[in-house]
């Protein structure tokens, strides 16, 4: 989860930053990619993320997006709030989404992929001024 509790996904085609989901196929206004602020080039680990999972691949528009085990992450936007799943196994863009663990594998679970910015217990994806 990154910083707001927030379930991140990955979309199974996307495996090493090969970009399925795109705003020109309509992907990323349901599918809203996990991007690092203008300006800041690398994310940094919250507590309880492998650090070298953790890192940034630029897309076609050359916006920097944060991966995780190679995976560009996003949210979903039919997640109602913190703790949602509701994302997880649907079919699109390309592939199928799953949330992702902190091992940085798909996983059909929340649990797995639970964590949270800062301090405190579990982990999470900061860069910049927020957490991821």
């Known amino acids: 989860m990154n910083g707001d509790g927030r379930t991140l996904y990955l979309l199974s085609s996307e495996k090493g930053g090969n970009f399925t989901c ?3 196929n309509g ?3 349901v599918w809203p990619p996990v ?3 203008s300006g800041v080039t690398k994310p940094v680990a919250g507590n309880g993320i492998n650090s070298s999972l953790l890192s940034s691949v ?3 528009a050359g916006d920097l997006y944060v ?3 190679g995976w ?4 979903y936007s039919g997640d109602p709030g913190s703790g949602s799943v509701n994302g997880v196994g649907i079919n699109s863009f390309g592939g199928t989404w799953y949330a992702v663990s902190t091992a940085g594998n798909p996983t059909g679970t929340a649990g797995a992929s639970s964590s949270s910015s800062g301090g405190g217990s579990g982990g999470g994806y900061g860069g ?3 957490g991821y």
């Open 67 to 69: 991966t995780y085990g």
């Open 72 to 75: 560009p992450l996003y949210t």
């Open 22 to 24: 795109t705003d020109a």
């Open 35 to 37: 991007e690092l602020p």
């Open 58 to 60: 630029r897309n076609s």
């Open 27 to 29: 992907c990323t206004k």
């Open 128 to 130: 910049g001024g927020g």
